[in-house]
């Protein structure tokens, strides 16, 4: 069963987010107006639940190895922090007339994703460990880079404006999202392979009978691998129906960025795959270089973009729409990355 998820990835995540935009759309036809509220609340659980699945199917000794990997995290950081804020500003210019979407629009594709870039990865045959041990990096620099592009791409006059906007590039939400999406899932990850017994894949457990806290763990990690697809399936669909109705209330507005939020996406993995290329890494990294210039860190900033005052509400649906435009991408990289980069490998 386990195998028929794998093999029909691509359809069952375009259901999912057909299912979400249904659910999103009907619910207040339907005398349910409050249900996309509820349904947002449940995305950061099953997103952490997801990321739990994924740091199991990554051996936490392959982790260990990674943070020495330095031709690795120049590439990210560089990519990130120094080439994507340039194609970002290029693509910026074409709403700069519109302050509330310019800023959300640039909040937004300027932090680079911390999250679930790193199942995708996995996904595409990339290197999920080294990438999960360049998130703490990646976080720390998007708390420190991107204010200072998005102050110099849409200047002091016009981001601020005579309004309080203190506070708004508060690092809390980043590092609340870091200490539960990334901390917590996986600490709980690194526990369930130690009390298991595993070092480097499922089946190199020893061959000693197992105990029944051993026994346990195992179960855990072959119910958590058989997951994957489906919790990924309902993270698509929570994401889009708790937020199509919103989006499609300002879409006459909106609708200018899509083009925008879509040509990002081959421009990125563009200058991902030249980075990596560049540092000379192989495969599956040069893989996971490119979902992360390509995956941005929009559930983390949307928080950041809800805080902005009075005027610069569009801002958020900004966030939001980006959202739902790279879902879609992901589902597509998912497939068409291993066949532009290299052939298919196992990821590290």
Do not use: H
Request: charged fraction near 15%; glycine fraction near 8%; include cysteine.
């Amino acid at each position: 069963m386990s195998q028929w998820w794998d093999d029909n990835q691509v359809p069952l995540y375009f259901a999912a987010i057909a299912v979400g935009a249904i659910v999103g759309l009907g619910a207040e036809r339907v005398g349910l107006p409050g249900l996309p509220a509820a349904l947002a609340w449940w995305i950061t659980p099953t997103l952490g639940l997801l990321l739990f699945a994924t740091f199991l199917s990554v051996p936490i000794i392959r982790i260990g190895r990674a943070f020495g990997d330095i031709r690795f995290g120049a590439a990210i950081v560089g990519v990130n922090f120094f080439v994507t804020p340039w194609v970002v500003f290029v693509l910026s210019r074409f709403v700069q007339d519109d302050r509330g979407l310019l800023i959300g629009m640039l909040l937004v594709l300027l932090a680079p994703c911390i999250d679930y870039v790193i199942p995708f990865t996995g996904l595409a045959g990339g290197a999920r460990a080294r990438l999960l041990a360049a998130t703490p990096l990646l976080l720390l620099l998007q708390m420190v880079f991107p204010p200072v592009y998005l102050l110099m791409f849409v200047g002091p006059g016009r981001l601020f404006a005579g309004e309080a906007l203190d506070g708004f590039l508060d690092p809390g939400p980043f590092i609340a999202a870091f200490a539960f999406l990334i901390v917590v899932p996986l600490a709980a990850a690194a526990v369930v392979q130690a009390v298991s017994g595993r070092t480097d894949s499922l089946d190199d457990a020893p061959t000693l009978p197992a105990t029944a806290p051993q026994r346990a763990a195992r179960g855990v990690e072959r119910v958590m691998a058989a997951a994957m697809v489906p919790l990924l399936m309902a993270t698509l669909a929570l994401v889009i129906a708790s937020q199509i109705a919103e989006v499609g209330s300002e879409f006459g507005r909106l609708a200018r960025l899509v083009p925008i939020y879509a040509v990002f996406v081959p421009l990125a993995l563009l200058f991902g795959v030249l980075t990596a290329r560049l540092a000379r890494l192989d495969v599956p990294a040069t893989r996971a270089v490119g979902f992360s210039a390509v995956t941005r860190n929009s559930l983390v900033v949307l928080p950041l973009a809800l805080a902005l005052p009075e005027g610069l509400e569009i801002a958020a649906l900004a966030v939001v729409t980006q959202t739902m435009v790279e879902l879609v991408a992901m589902v597509i990289l998912v497939k068409l990355v291993p066949r532009l980069i290299g052939e298919r490998a196992t990821a590290d």
